[in-house]
């Protein structure tokens, strides 16, 4: 079956959850919103697009800070209101410059940070 | 830093989106949301809970299935509006049978399915 952005479903606001993993090593690197253009520029080029709620704009991956996410696979979820992204992820995906955004662990009631901001020579 | 669930960002129906991981292999089973009470829940009883956005209600993952999500750790993102669990998997993970609800690849334009249900015995 062909896939049309258009067949999956957004919120209210057009947008859809997008779950970024390392394709290397299965990690988690980030969560973010792509709306249906976005999908079809993540397809058409192979650099993962978001969309950006805070800006309002599209928020092509690594553009700014050269943190390139080079799409590997994109997934649809049963339900089709979820992306999954198969990432070659160039240096930090996380704005902290962390490998991923979920570096913080909650353990025996308390919270854990868990890795430390990358250096330039990682990237 | 004690672990509070109220500190958490949730959206406008006091949500957060959840990330399911498979512990063993880092596969992605499933995307589905919590409120702070379901947090605080899985927190407390090694269950994963989620709330039901259909059912308005909590959604004691396996409860009618038998597909317990069991917790291994709770993670949270830099912003703090997305959690991801790593999880020990009963079963499936999916509501159709499948061990991930991201069994539908985006593949040269087209949709493909790479993962069929499981049987009873793989349970």
Redesign the interface.
Known sequence: ???DPASLKYDANGLI?C?A?DHE????L??AWMNADAVAQT?ATGRVTYWSRSRAAFWVKGDTSGHVQHLV???????RD?L?VRVHQHGPA???N?RS???????D???VITMEPMTGAES
Not at 25 to 28: A, L, Q, R, T
Not at 73 to 79: A, F, G, I, K, M
């Open positions: 079956m062909a896939f959850p779950i993993q090593n299965g990690d988690v980030m969560m397809l696979e994109l997934r649809v979820d049963c339900d979820c999954l996380c704005h902290t962390r955004c979920f570096y913080t662990v909650v353990r009631g308390a919270e």
